[in-house]
């Protein structure tokens, strides 16, 4: 199952993991061992990251985790956003710039080309 942009509409606005509102069916998901592919931008954070798999392994013991990030190519994905020509076009670059600065990807992630991206 794909739970993308997984944070979008959560309950109160929140950021936590668990307030999202796909939580209950990813756990569900996880619990009967199927594959679950989980993004969202706020994974670009450390603290985010740490919180979701804390949360993870109290609610789906056994799951296994596995982290797959792109390359930091902060000009493909630029290039990326603009090819989407979405009417959300501002706000989506102004996120890029502002997670840039959170962006770290973690030891042992499988990491992938951006599309464009020199790499």
């Known amino acids: 199952m794909v739970f993308d942009d997984f944070k979008a509409n959560a309950y109160n606005g929140s950021s936590a993991f668990c307030n999202s509102r796909k939580f209950r069916t990813l756990i569900a998901a996880l619990r009967d061992e199927l594959k679950c592919v989980v993004a969202d931008i ?11 798999e804390r949360v993870l392994r109290a609610e789906a013991p056994g799951v296994k985790l596995a982290w797959h990030f792109f390359v930091d190519d902060y000009r493909a994905c630029e290039a990326n956003v603009k090819l989407r020509n979405r009417l959300s076009l501002r706000a989506d670059l102004e996120k890029l710039r502002e ?16 599309g464009g991206s020199a790499t």
């Open 99 to 114: 997670y840039a600065g959170f962006y770290r990807i973690p030891p042992g992630a499988q990491v992938l080309p951006v």
């Open 42 to 52: 706020d994974f670009c954070k450390t603290d985010s990251r740490t919180e979701a």
